[in-house]
């Protein structure tokens, strides 16, 4: 947008020419067209404070920056002096909402409706709050009672589909929804960031990286956008720009805790030694140690020898001993001569990762359980509500339900890339939370 490359954002906030939807939109376009511009807006809103005895219309437009720049308590506390206008009311309400404070922002936005502020507008922003509260029907009411060209714009379409999902509704429609939206207006942050989610979880990382790098673009920028961006840079080993994304965020909420922990993990990552060889050499034998033994055309004595001792891959093999072979029934020298000429074939011999082999712990037994421990056991992972890297590490490792993560230790999970002390203590956290633990805790 060449307006947001021209604009004097300084002179837009404190002078005092007309300031309303138009200008706001300005504004941010610019910041979205250049981060830089970032500042300029944090100055002119310190230029602002610093006047004595503000007009109400001032105290609008003062409220409506704080709220642009993330400083949601501060604006409310401005607002709620300011004119009593449309406008001052409906940013009251949006302030209101990010402090999860839901009642207060939908009272705020029925006052902005009757202030004046666009009717179709209000009803979206209502229903909004009315989600986010946990009253979906109520919210779909509200989408339901709308019709003509607001059905067809982006916040409309953006607004539905997470109304749908809130209701459990089919995530075909969810995504459908939100590509719509993204196709009525391509900058629409919080539609490109819901279908960068969606595809984030199906695995799709390149289009959800695009996805999340239009969203970054936009102004103001979601945090979650912004998390999730920087932990797809780390993936790719990309510290500097992960850490930009962190930055970003901290710019704006100097504490929060999880963007400072990420960027110290990136911080930390970016002076990591990688040898890319030493990685494919260990990514060959993990495929090697892989194999299933019923591969080789083993005789029947020795294939039921190795299926009664629950020697399933080469890799078990490595890790069991010459004599614990000879020690199952009916398995003398000629299967042990047999055995040790399949791992020569492939450069492995019996025994080699002998010292690597966990002491197994018995498996949660189903008999044992009651009825509420093995629905806890068989819930997905989803439902402890993991940060995205951490829930990166679960796809990666397999786990799919919590009964899977329980027979991890701690050192399996700290195994998977990008996967950290501060991942682990929050998924102990979550565990906790159920009276659960990783394997080999106390």
């Given at each position: 947008?060449?307006?947001?490359?021209?604009?004097?954002?300084?002179?837009?906030?404190?002078?005092?020419?007309?300031?309303?939807?138009r200008e706001i939109d300005e504004i941010t376009a610019a910041i979205a067209a250049n981060y830089a511009r970032y500042g300029d807006l944090r100055d002119a809103v310190q230029e602002l404070e610093s006047q004595p005895g503000r007009s109400p219309a001032t105290s609008a437009k003062l409220g409506v920056c704080q709220y642009l720049l993330g400083r949601y308590r501060d604006a409310i506390e401005v607002l709620t002096k300011a004119d009593g206008?449309?406008?001052?009311?409906?940013?009251?309400?949006?302030?209101?909402?990010?402090?999860?404070?839901?009642?207060?922002?939908?009272?705020?936005?029925?006052?902005?409706?009757?202030?004046?502020?666009?009717?179709?507008?209000?009803?979206?922003?209502?229903?909004?709050?009315?989600?986010?509260?946990?009253?979906?029907?109520?919210?779909?009411?509200?989408?339901?009672?709308?019709?003509?060209?607001?059905?067809?714009?982006?916040?409309?379409?953006?607004?539905?589909?997470?109304?749908?999902?809130a209701l459990s509704g089919n995530p075909e429609e969810v995504v459908a929804l939100l590509e719509r939206a993204v196709a009525s207006r391509a900058s629409h942050a919080g539609a490109l960031f819901g279908l960068a989610l969606q595809n984030d979880r199906s695995g799709n990382d390149d289009y959800a990286r695009e996805l999340y790098e239009r969203a970054a673009q936009q102004f103001p920028t979601h945090v979650g956008t912004l998390l999730n961006?920087?932990?797809?840079?780390?993936?790719?080993?990309?510290?500097?720009?992960?850490?930009?994304?962190?930055?970003?965020?901290?710019?704006?909420?100097?504490?929060?805790?999880?963007?400072?922990?990420?960027?110290?993990?990136?911080?930390?990552?970016?002076?990591?030694?990688?040898?890319?060889?030493?990685?494919?050499?260990?990514?060959?034998?993990?495929?090697?140690?892989?194999?299933?033994?019923?591969?080789?055309?083993?005789?029947?004595?020795?294939?039921?020898?190795?299926?009664?001792?629950?020697?399933?891959?080469?890799?078990?093999?490595?890790?069991?001993?010459?004599?614990?072979?000879?020690?199952?029934?009916?398995?003398?020298?000629?299967?042990?001569?047999?055995?040790?000429?399949?791992?020569?074939?492939?450069?492995?011999?019996?025994?080699?990762?002998?010292?690597?082999?966990?002491?197994?712990?018995?498996?949660?037994?189903?008999?044992?359980?009651?009825?509420?421990?093995?629905?806890?056991?068989?819930?997905?992972?989803?439902?402890?509500?993991?940060?995205?890297?951490?829930?990166?590490?679960?796809?990666?490792?397999?786990?799919?339900?919590?009964?899977?993560?329980?027979?991890?230790?701690?050192?399996?999970?700290?195994?998977?890339?990008?996967?950290?002390?501060?991942?682990?203590?929050?998924?102990?956290?979550?565990?906790?939370?159920?009276?659960?633990?990783?394997?080999?805790?106390?």
């Amino acid at each position: 947008m060449s307006i947001g490359l021209d604009l004097d954002i300084r002179q837009s906030i404190v002078s005092t020419a007309a300031f309303g939807p138009r200008e706001i939109d300005e504004i941010t376009a610019a910041i979205a067209a250049n981060y830089a511009r970032y500042g300029d807006l944090r100055d002119a809103v310190q230029e602002l404070e610093s006047q004595p005895g503000r007009s109400p219309a001032t105290s609008a437009k003062l409220g409506v920056c704080q709220y642009l720049l993330g400083r949601y308590r501060d604006a409310i506390e401005v607002l709620t002096k300011a004119d009593g206008g449309a406008l001052t009311h409906f940013y009251l309400g949006k302030a209101y909402l990010a402090l999860d404070r839901y009642e207060e922002a939908f009272t705020a936005y029925e006052s902005a409706g009757k202030a004046g502020y666009d009717k179709d507008i209000i009803a979206l922003a209502k229903a909004e709050a009315k989600r986010y509260a946990g009253d979906a029907t109520a919210a779909l009411k509200l989408l339901d009672d709308l019709s003509g060209a607001v059905e067809q714009t982006a916040e409309y379409l953006y607004q539905r589909s997470m109304t749908v999902q809130a209701l459990s509704g089919n995530p075909e429609e969810v995504v459908a929804l939100l590509e719509r939206a993204v196709a009525s207006r391509a900058s629409h942050a919080g539609a490109l960031f819901g279908l960068a989610l969606q595809n984030d979880r199906s695995g799709n990382d390149d289009y959800a990286r695009e996805l999340y790098e239009r969203a970054a673009q936009q102004f103001p920028t979601h945090v979650g956008t912004l998390l999730n961006l920087g932990i797809l840079y780390e993936d790719l080993e990309q510290y500097e720009r992960a850490k930009g994304c962190y930055q970003r965020i901290l710019d704006a909420y100097p504490a929060h805790p999880r963007a400072r922990l990420f960027f110290r993990d990136a911080d930390g990552s970016r002076d990591m030694f990688y040898d890319e060889e030493a990685r494919r050499q260990q990514d060959r034998l993990s495929q090697v140690l892989s194999v299933p033994v019923t591969d080789y055309e083993l005789s029947v004595r020795s294939r039921n020898c190795l299926q009664k001792m629950g020697i399933m891959t080469l890799g078990d093999l490595t890790e069991t001993t010459e004599q614990e072979l000879l020690q199952s029934k009916n398995f003398g020298e000629t299967s042990l001569i047999e055995i040790r000429e399949m791992l020569h074939s492939k450069g492995l011999e019996l025994g080699q990762f002998a010292h690597q082999k966990r002491e197994e712990e018995p498996l949660y037994s189903p008999d044992s359980m009651s009825a509420d421990e093995r629905a806890l056991m068989d819930r997905p992972i989803s439902d402890l509500s993991l940060s995205v890297r951490a829930r990166k590490c679960m796809v990666r490792l397999g786990l799919t339900t919590v009964g899977e993560l329980l027979r991890r230790t701690p050192d399996d999970l700290l195994e998977c890339k990008n996967f950290g002390v501060t991942s682990l203590n929050e998924v102990r956290e979550k565990l906790t939370a159920h009276g659960l633990k990783l394997r080999g805790e106390a």
